[in-house]
């Protein structure tokens, strides 16, 4: 990925030693740099910030060339004056750039005539987009797969979108569960959640709607015992909805802590045993919702019950199925609870 030169066999420091002629090879130019002779650059870990302004160059690695700010020559003027000057993200000293690494090592524009967006042949920064077969000016499309009406415009999906889609689009009622991935979510939510008490610690989690129904055009608020399917012991957090979103059944589910994020908060101390085995409770607990929730449908499917968010036969078959399992119940509890938590699930095989 980072690449080398197939001449000597070395990697390569950043992608102004990539040549054309063949003499070199890359996976991908914006990480050309990351993984030097040196070593892993990202794994750096240096705590100086010779820019006052919390860039950290030192700290890790960031691509292209470890710049930390993209189009920073944007930040000063034409002579190469920050306009921030209590916080200079580069500026011009007469002879170079200090500061960031600049994007674009000319001189300050008045010298250079080199504006900061290089990536355009102007070199400013655009408002429209021109070049675009769906129009200049930008505009929000849901995905040609969502569920939700656009409420941000009246056009659905982008005019000009293309599917190589063998089948017909389904509708929300066939494919009512709506899921999404983020790898910086989990560090932004633990470390929100990061502070604790000598009694608790706050558990850590999110929500997976297996059901929805759509609302339309207004706020609506779930709370414990609000809904038939929802019992007290279900940990239950406000959903806000704009124009007509889909929501339903919010069974909360355990939100796992990615790796990378459990590595790092172990290296900084911030992840300790207690921690470890929090994780697995809160992942082997999740685990057992799902497999209630498999069953509780398989029998709804043999017993002709609707599986529906307004069903109360539905409601009392999920909690019966719950209780036969022995699920846990989701709610605060202490180191000492969750190694009690953990020898039950041993127990009942979850």
Known sequence: MNGYDLRTGKLLSSPGGLKDDGTTSCGNWLWCGMYTEEGNMA???GTTDPSGIGLFPNWGWAWPVNRRIMYNRASVDLDGRPWGADHPVISWDGTSWVGDVPDGGWEPVHTSGKYPFIMKPEGRGYLFGPG????????HYEPWESPLLNPMSPQQNNPAIKS????????????PI????HRV??????????EKTAAS???LFSRIPPMMWQRGGRLLVLGVGEHPLINASDIIVTVMLIHSLFIGLCVVVILPVHPGTIRYLKEIGKWTAADDARHEYNLRLNQAYIDAWDKARDQASIRK???AA?????????RSVKRGMGVPGYRTMTDEQIKEGLTLLDRLGF
């Open 201 to 203: 610690t706050v558990v």
């Open 185 to 194: 979510v989990p560090v932004l939510r633990w470390q929100a959640l990061e």
């Open 164 to 175: 190589w889609e063998t089948i017909a689009r389904g509708a929300a009622v066939d494919y």
């Open 132 to 139: 675009r077969p769906d129009g200049p000016f930008p505009e």
């Open 310 to 318: 307004d069903s109360a036969e539905f409601a009392d078959l999920w």
């Open 178 to 181: 709506v899921a999404t991935t």
């Open 305 to 307: 019950i609707k599986v």
């Open 43 to 45: 794994a750096r870990r």
